[in-house]
């Protein structure tokens, strides 16, 4: 049990364009989900938390414009990359919890490497 | 703030025993630890709360020192799959957020 994909697991793309990501949680409601970005051999660096039916909320730093996204059901949860740079080529990590406040394990998606040409 | 992991890296034998520190200049309310396999997802180990609740696998023991805001966490009998890199994310029971170390790698060798 517990098991979140992410789809793609992997997408090259010309600069200016926009990628979405998809996470979903397979066998559980996920009230909250998690999006992180991590670099080669760099920890994981917390993008923004986002609860079903509300809106995300960012961290400092990251671009609420830049990086759209959309919490629309209990098991998906969609990143978009507009505009996307060579800048934002990274790991993409999502991770979703079934309760609202976790004092319990984030289960993890494999990923998605966005390569930005 | 991010806490800080150590060691950076360690390599072992087979058999052998290692231990990973993670420390937080800011009170806790629960320390999670994580293995992530190159290019893989982290896989959850286990949590550890304040108050003394821990959850987690069988075969992963860790400590949470809620005065020293430190954790560590302690392979015991290191097989190869232990390789990876282990993280550490810090809870401050401010609407569930996570913040991760740097890492620790770990690299059993036979």
């Known amino acids: 049990g517990a098991v979140v994909s992410q789809h793609p697991s992997w997408v090259i793309c010309k600069s200016g364009t926009s990628v979405k990501i998809e996470c979903r949680s397979l066998d559980f409601q996920a009230t909250t989900m998690f999006w992180y970005r991590q670099f080669p051999k760099q920890s994981l660096m917390l993008m923004a938390t986002?609860?079903?039916?509300?809106?995300?909320?960012?961290e400092q730093g990251v671009e609420k414009d830049k990086f759209l996204i959309n919490h629309a059901s209990l098991t998906l949860s969609t990143l978009t990359v507009t505009s996307a740079h060579p800048e934002d080529s990274s790991f993409y990590i999502c991770?979703?919890?079934?309760?609202?406040?976790?004092?319990?394990?984030?289960?993890f998606g494999p990923g998605t490497r966005l390569t930005v040409l | 703030q991010q806490p800080v992991q150590s060691p950076q890296a360690v390599i072992l034998r087979e058999g052998e025993d290692a231990v990973i520190n993670c420390s937080s200049s800011k009170a806790l309310y629960s320390v999670h630890w994580y293995r992530q396999k190159h290019g893989e997802a982290p896989v959850f180990l286990m949590i550890l709360l304040k108050g003394g609740e821990q959850k987690g696998h069988e075969k992963i023991s860790a400590s949470f020192n809620e005065k020293k805001q430190q954790s560590s966490l302690y392979l015991t009998a290191s097989q190869l799959s232990y390789s990876g890199t282990y993280f550490c994310g810090t809870d401050r029971g401010r609407g569930n957020k996570l913040v991760f170390g740097a890492g620790t790698i770990l690299r059993v060798k036979s």
């Open positions: 991770s979703a919890s079934p309760y609202r406040i976790t004092y319990n394990e984030q289960f």
């Open positions: 986002s609860n079903e039916g509300s809106k995300a909320t960012y």
